[in-house]
């Protein structure tokens, strides 16, 4: 590599292109990164030690001696962030690398995976309604995914897959895995769901709904909340209805205030009930109270049956964050009137907010590896799968442990937040390029079919790349400790 | 760190031979030593071809005009190739230097040897073999891996087609168009390919606020299209502002079908599709699969 001015000159084929700061070559596989020949992502040796902090690994001291058991004891551990894609695929995984531990090698394949068949699975926290259930999820005007299952205080989004990656259009599938892309790299996208919510979302932090921040994740479902404050209500106010789209619930007829002694209200709940106190659809699903599409609380109760109301009797309506509540007291006509919260009945309403855990996205990354990139690892692709299964093979992605997929190929998921910053990319295919670690005996490696001619030593690795640090750890990028990435 | 070139079998038979910034797709049809013999022979071509491009690279991205001819193989390829087009408009010859190495490659299949069928697939850019009597049909794919196609032709050995090529403005290569996908039928891979290009570059609403161009040189310092402006990114056009482009595109390719440069073309804009030439229009049909393999594939072979 040589410089001309801003531009650089790259070696690594004969064309010898003069790439421009922020540029490519003609291959698209090496750029200019601020004055230095870089593959796209940097390479990155990390320590593994889970411990918070992001700690800088001093690489020419790593120690010799590198633990086999590559998940649960500190050490050096080679990641394949930036590892470089060994395309066409035959060839040897970039870093081969072995480490005699209590007389037993051990080898980590290091490379980089492409994956067309991948995807996001996303957990939002929140009670608002983002949409039906598989109703299609845009960016930028294109489906990318769709609405799942409904899960506990959080609503799942499936984004990606082979589908939208390659069967749609090519707009939808170059803006299906810039979304992807950005997600896993832990940057905020906005998705908009056909006849439901926008939410900007990004991994570890609060979704963002129709322009509010979604600050906590409920304390339970309606009726869970009663059970839950049934008590610190009961000689406090005539009656407690936690309005959830889910699951309402009714204080004096729910098995909680039975067994306080509550009396009957004569309230008349719009909806289905279920068991006593539990209402299901009280309203419609909406990003009003407790997830459905009120802003009046009174919407979902159709009255009070007069033989047994009473004027004056009060009534605490609350959603299952805390965070709508009103109070009322019935008039002459046994019609709500809004009062305001006696001090007692507040303190309950901030314990529901105070019980309730911020609310979050969580990004799972989950691709499947069973295609051509065996071929680095092993010239036998099918004997690695195998292995996986027989767990003679631990599967990792850029150093984070991943969750594989029981059944045929290797299908795996990771939690983006536990990989290093940046660590995917992506190819105009379109599909996402992300890190992917083997790390197994080096005499399981052998009968597998491994490369086993260019398995290299972890120290020579190592101190190979301290001597050439803009090659790996480009642009000021250093190592940080598994799982430090963005808790700062 | 020069990487030497890569050769392998894919999974299905056909072969992908990888050099720096290229990559080959072929696959040979006939008895077997035959085919066997010609992917040898590819490769035997292959291992030096852009060792000899690079040597010759600043003469080839020059003005032919302000130059000597080139001395290579696949650089007379590109420099002939370009040659017919010149009177009218400016092009190098880069703008024929994938199908130049399809040519080069395929030449090196059949050369002395009976296949039923060779081709040659560059990115796309594919240079075909025929012998009497066979027939290659050809999707043409303009959304990757979607099994729908917007055109498919038969090319026959009694058609004059030997070449198929494609360019637009999300190509590897630059375009000054507003095209998604020219794909183009002619004789010779190397003459498509740089048909291609000019007629990608027509297909245009000169001045549109939605389609975003900044100078080539800014983009890679040594392109041959210097100070023009390549397109780097087109927005929404209306029904009527893609029929406009794609009328200047079709005019083009009409132009160099008449003087007997090219034999059908097929231009492609978001959603709709202009199409030139019998060759296309009369094989002009949906097919119900697609064959395809590779990064820029927009054409499947069979």
Redesign the interface.
Known sequence: MSEVGD?IRC????????I?PG?T????RYANRDGQLVRVDPHVLLDRALSEGGKVVPFVNAEAAWSGDILRRPGPLVTAVGAGTT?????PAPFIVSSKVDGVDMVTVVTEGIYSYCGVKLKIDTDRHLGAECAIVRAEGEPVGHVTTGEYGSQMLSLGGVNHL?????KE?RVTCDTLLNLCNGKPVELVVDGGATVIVQAGKAPIINGKLEERMRVGCGSATIGMFAKQWGDKVDEVVVVDDHITGVLSEHQAGKLLGMRDTGIRMKGRRSTPGRYFHVAEPGTGWGGTNVSDPLDIIAGFNPKVARSGMTMLMVSTTGEQHAFFRLGEDLRPIEAELPEALRESVERISENCEPALCSVLFMAGAGGSLRAGVTENPVRLTRSVRQALTTVTAGGAPVTVWPGGGITFMVDVTLLPENSFGY???PAIVAPIEFTLRLDDYAALGGHVDEVRPLEEVVAEHAQRPNAIFSNGVVARSVGARRKA | MRAPPQQRRLADGRMHLHDGPIDLIIEAFGETSAVEEAYAGAWGRFATILDELCAELPLLRADPRDAHAPRGAVARRMAAAVAPFRARRFLTPMAAVAGAVAEEVLEAMTTGRKLARAYVNNGGDIALHLSPGETFSIGIVDRPDRPILSACATVDAADRVRGVATSGWQGRSFSLGAADAVTVLAASASVADAAATLIANAVDIPGHPAIRRTPACDLDPQSDLGERRVTVAVGPLTRDEINRALALGVAEAELWRDRGLIEAAALRVGEQTGLVGAAVSRYLGRVPTVVHNGEKALHAVS
């Open positions: 531009k070696d690594a084929c004969p064309v010898l292109c003069y421009r540029m070559g003609a291959c698209d395309y066409p695929d035959y060839k390659t069967h749609g259009g090519k599938g190819v105009p295919t």
